[in-house]
């Protein structure tokens, strides 16, 4: 007889084995994998009697709407036998109503005894039937003819239609044996007919198959995605057919058939397992309370270690941004409202800079993300060597970073951070493996001057940021009184201008260009201007840098090469045919990869050859990306159209994308020929530059001429074309035409059109 204690040590040390509560968790796990094995399969029976049910029901569905069908054919036959005098249009008007009410033929058809189609309707899209005979096969001949001994109707099976497409007729004979008098033939495409036999909720539920004699006839819902595991087959009890038809269920049908009692079950038993097996290690706990009280205070040491090492890593990572490693917009606003309310109690200033990376959108579309990402670090890197104790740095997002500069005693601070900031950008940054030069703008706002809140602050400094971009690149404004109206005023003009295009506001103004060596006038350049509903007539510096903001600068541009062309097809048979006009490009517009087919098909469009168009850039945007504006530009050349470098000798000046580009024209910027005949070094560079262009086949367009002097002066020193206020200010096509007719008049002297 055993030991009741020995019972009791061996019942403990089971009780304490660490895997006894493992071995409960397993038994209840198996236990559930059990039961929910059982439940799956009953679930499943369930689902194949549900499917059995739909095939036989759809089956008989079809069995019954098919016969009445038949049964419809088989009373047109009959009322023709009953009135063998019947006239084609009698018969024809009987077969329409058939048509409307059925709506399912394709086409009824009256053929004659010897199988060939006399009468159908409807005879659109069936005329290719006509004098057909339907015994095309042996097979069909001789059940056709069986068909017209019995006088029992026949059923040609899933076939190729003479029409096109899979098809079935049934053949009604009219009258038998010596007195059949022909068919009455009713043709269904597959489509159409299982549509109208089938109900929406079997074509949305399931796949359909159709097997004659044990092929694969038709198929619906082929590209419906099926459950593998369950399929029904059943027979289609069809006159002189032996159908079967499998039934595929959808995925979703099957999903709404299942039961949630398996995995209900599963979770019930793994949960009391689960249970069971705390139960049990609490049990366990107690027994050795001393070693697990030492344990658990081991592991409650590491455990808070461990959470004191997260909560300083999400702390860090709330308030950091993960690319730069710079204080993210969010702390830094936090910052920003806790700096505002010392320094309103200390009663100090604090600065607030936005700084703006120039031209970071263009290299970072232009020479991927992956790019962008490393030089928004290196920049951020620069920047960063300025935070201190009274200067923080923070990544706001895109290509802007923010400074905030606490206690701030007199404007000549906030000019000495701004000029240290600068120095961060005069040495250009290398990013794989390449130099580039990058500036910035930015925009200052001052504690309380510019606003007594974080946001106004904020919202005001990119107000200033902004007017520091209209600027121009590379500087900065301080927020001023009267910034943000104009702000406003922006907003609302940006509104607008999403409905010009729509509204059709734009217009076209024309400068001509005067010919230096002949005196006459053979192109024009196409300014924009928009015809705004209160504002008036606005010119493109009041709404151009908006466009291309907003990316609606390529709409607009495509407006402008349409409205070019539509122009110079408006002016073919005219004294004015022979004239250019000249279009201006954008940056954005030049990225589009789908620009050289637009301005084909524009010249297309209106039958207007390439040469009568010409495209201007400005010299920036053409050493942008020089690999893809080369493949860009060079197909623009193919084209014949005339390419043209504005603004020449300004901002990025390189020589030797000269010899590389298939540039046609080269126009001097107005800033050189200001002061061409005052100035000694601009008329140097005038004068330069035409020798240069000369040397490389290049013609010179002077832009801004505005006094008889410079004009005489580029006419000395051999530029071809000039333009400006002295020829004639940007006027409207029809005023254009009135001053070209009469004649320009510069310096005294009437110009010759040469139209």
């Known amino acids: 007889m055993a030991n009741p204690s020995t019972n009791t040590r061996y019942i403990e040390k089971a009780l304490l084995h660490p895997a006894f509560p493992v071995a409960i968790f397993l038994v209840f796990l198996c ?49 023709l036998e009953s009135d063998p005098a019947m006239s084609e249009a009698e018969w024809r008007r009987d077969a329409r109503h058939y048509l409307n009410d059925f709506g399912v033929y394709q086409a009824v058809e009256w053929i004659d005894r010897n199988f060939v189609i006399r009468w159908l309707e409807p005879v659109t899209d069936n005329e290719s039937v006509i004098d057909y005979n339907v015994a095309f096969s042996e097979q069909r001949r001789q059940a056709l003819e069986a068909a017209q001994a019995s006088g029992h109707y026949d059923i040609s099976g899933v076939i190729d239609l003479y029409q096109g497409g899979k098809g079935m007729v049934i053949y009604a004979p009219v009258g038998a044996g010596r007195d059949n008098n022909g068919f009455i033939a009713g043709v269904f495409r597959m489509e159409v007919l299982a549509r109208q036999l089938l109900t929406t909720r079997v074509l949305e539920s399931f796949r359909v198959q159709i097997y004659n004699n044990g092929a694969l006839s038709y198929a619906l819902n082929t590209p419906k995605t099926v459950s593998p595991g369950f399929s029904e087959t059943t027979e289609v009890d069809l006159p002189t057919l032996e159908w079967t038809l499998s039934l595929q269920p959808a995925q979703e049908w099957v999903d709404q058939q299942r039961s949630y009692w398996p995995w209900m079950t599963f979770t019930t038993f793994l949960l009391m397992g689960l ?75 604090v600065a607030l800079v936005m700084i703006d990376l120039d031209r970071f959108q263009t290299l970072n579309d232009s020479l991927g993300h992956q790019f962008g990402d490393e ?3 290196k920049v951020s890197e620069r920047i960063n060597q300025l935070s201190s104790e009274r200067i923080l740095v923070a990544y706001s997002g895109g290509d802007e970073f923010m400074v905030c500069q606490q206690h701030v ?30 500036t910035a703008t930015m925009g200052v706002a001052v504690y309380p001057q510019s606003g007594l809140d974080a946001d106004t602050l904020m919202r005001n400094a990119d107000v200033a940021l902004y007017r520091a971009k209209e600027q121009g690149r590379n ?102 045919e022979g004239l250019r006009i000249a279009v201006n490009l954008s940056g954005r517009e030049l990225d589009d990869e789908n620009l ?16 009568r168009l010409e495209v201007e850039l400005t010299e920036e945007i053409f050493i942008q990306n020089i690999e893809h504006n080369l ?24 020589l030797g994308y000269l010899r590389d580009f298939p540039v046609d024209l080269l126009k001097i910027d107005r800033s050189f020929i200001t002061d061409v005949t005052e100035r000694h070094d601009d008329a140097v560079i005038t004068r330069a530059v ?66």
């Open 475 to 576: 500087t900065y404004q301080f927020y001023t009184e009267g910034m943000q109206d104009r702000e406003v005023m922006r907003l609302e003009l940006d509104k607008d201008l999403s409905q010009a295009l729509a509204n059709n506001e734009f217009v076209l103004y024309y400068q001509p260009q005067l010919d230096l060596d002949s005196g006459e006038i053979h192109s024009v350049e196409a300014l924009i201007r928009w015809q705004h509903p209160r504002r008036g007539l606005l010119p493109p510096v009041e709404f151009i840098p908006l466009a291309e903001e907003s990316g609606r600068i390529t709409d607009i541009g495509r407006w402008v090469v349409m409205a070019a062309c539509r122009q110079l097809a408006a002016w073919k048979g005219t004294t004015y």
């Open 690 to 755: 035409i020798n240069l262009a000369h040397n490389l086949g290049i013609q010179v367009v002077a832009e801004g001429v505005e006094t008889e002097a410079q004009l005489t002066f580029l006419k000395n020193h051999r530029c071809n074309l000039a333009q400006g206020y002295l020829i004639s200010r940007p006027i409207p096509a029809a005023e254009l035409e009135k001053a070209l007719a009469k004649g320009l008049r510069v310096a005294g002297m009437t110009v010759d059109t040469g139209l």
């Open 596 to 611: 050289v087919d637009h301005i084909r098909e524009a010249l297309a469009a209106v039958d207007v050859p390439a040469h």
């Open 275 to 349: 249970l069971t097996s705390l139960t049990t290690l609490l049990v366990q706990l107690i027994l050795k309370r001393n070693q697990a009280l030492l344990k658990t205070r081991r592991e409650l040491v590491q455990e808070i270690e461990q959470r004191q090492s997260m909560q300083q890593d999400l702390a860090r990572l709330e308030s950091t941004d993960t690319l730069t490693g710079l204080a993210n917009r969010r702390f830094f606003m936090e910052d920003l409202a806790h700096t505002l309310n010392i320094a309103d109690r200390q009663m100090r200033q």
């Open 31 to 79: 236990l559930a994998a059990g039961i929910r094995y059982g439940l799956v399969q009953q679930d499943n029976q369930q689902i194949r009697a549900n499917l059995a049910n739909e095939a036989r029901a759809m089956a008989s569905n079809l069995e019954h709407k098919f016969l009445i069908h038949a049964e419809a054919i088989r009373r047109m036959a009959s009322r």
């Open 409 to 438: 005693d007199d404007i000549d601070d906030v000019i000495h951070l701004l000029g240290q900031i600068k120095q961060c950008f005069d040495e250009p940054f290398v990013v794989q493996n390449e130099s580039h030069g990058i």
């Open 375 to 377: 030089l928004l670090i």
């Open 631 to 654: 493949n860009q530009l060079s197909r623009l050349h193919q084209l014949g159209v005339h390419l043209a470098i504005d603004d020449f000798g300004v901002g990025y000046s390189s």
